[in-house]
């Protein structure tokens, strides 16, 4: 990626699927992001060969499965930054950063696409969609 990002910040299946409740394409992501944010990975059983995130606001589905198979809101350990309608929100979850922190400061998103670079970044498990955080910085 030309952020830096490493190949971690983008694994996942890419091709898409529609949400089995707001009827939205999305594109994959991988069952070790879910496990890191479900809130009992351990009796988690993936009914899915592929899963999705669901970044709609209105949609409480955050993950689902090319069955259809659907984890809502309440099944995740936090709350998912790009799902709320709040500045306190986190938009980098690798280094705890919220939306009105990164409105408020640029040098913020400076400092994580050089961190991204140096491949410090955790993106495919900390933040919830398994991707880089960067394309959801707010612009000024």
Not at 70 to 93: A, D, P, Q, T
Request: hydrophobic share 25%; charged share 25%; glycine share 8%.
């Amino acid at each position: 990626m030309s952020n830096g990002c490493s190949s971690s910040c983008t694994n996942g299946d890419h091709h898409k699927h529609r949400c089995p409740v707001n009827g939205k394409e999305y594109t994959g992501v991988s069952e070790k992001t879910i496990l890191h944010h479900i809130k009992e990975p351990w009796n988690w059983r993936g009914t899915s060969r592929s899963y999705y995130f669901c970044d709609d606001q209105e949609c409480d589905v955050v993950y689902f499965g090319q069955d259809n198979s659907v984890i809502k809101k309440s099944e995740i350990r936090m709350f998912v930054g790009i799902k709320e309608k709040s500045g306190n929100s986190l938009v980098c979850y690798c280094f705890g950063v919220t939306f009105d922190e990164a409105y408020d400061n640029p040098e913020i998103k400076a400092f994580v696409i050089e961190k991204a670079k140096d491949h410090v970044c955790e993106c495919e498990a900390r933040n919830p969609s398994g991707k880089c955080c960067l394309k959801n910085f707010p612009s000024h």
